[in-house]
Nanobody
Framework: VQLQASGGGLVQAGGYLRLSCAASRSIFSINVMGWYRQAPGKQRELVAGITSSGRTNYADGVKGRFTISRDNAKNTVYLQMNSLKPEDTAVYYC???????????WGQGTHVTVSS
């Protein structure tokens, strides 16, 4: 599966963005889809994940501000990011995980810059 991330940009602190991750095939059977981010000089970290049944999980630093969702009809996963902070600045990546094999696919990153 190929993943295409989009929606990044430059926004002021307190603003919002919505990231999209479009898959090249149906996501109905993809067990887990997620968003990760990597800030300069830091390791890539999980931001949010969503299972095929709609169960979600979030990193502590984004709880209450970010919302992950999936639209199976559009083969797309979204990350709604509200109340953005400068520390949210990073390259954001989406991925897809197939279980139980553990196959992981990554999209290209989309840059998010939050100015103070």
């Amino acid at each position: 599966v190929q993943l295409q991330a989009s929606g990044g940009g430059l926004v002021q602190a307190g603003g919002y963005l919505r990231l999209s991750c479009a898959a090249s095939r149906s996501i109905f059977s993809i067990n887990v889809m997620g968003w990760y981010r990597q800030a300069p000089g830091k390791q890539r970290e999980l931001v949010a994940g969503i299972t095929s049944s709609g169960r979600t999980n979030y990193a502590d630093g984004v709880k209450g501000r970010f919302t992950i969702s999936r639209d199976n009809a559009k083969n797309t996963v979204y990350l709604q990011m509200n109340s953005l902070k400068p520390e949210d600045t990073a390259v954001y990546y989406c991925n897809a995980v197939f279980l139980p094999e553990g196959h992981v696919y990554w999209g290209q990153g989309t840059h998010v810059t939050v100015s103070s």
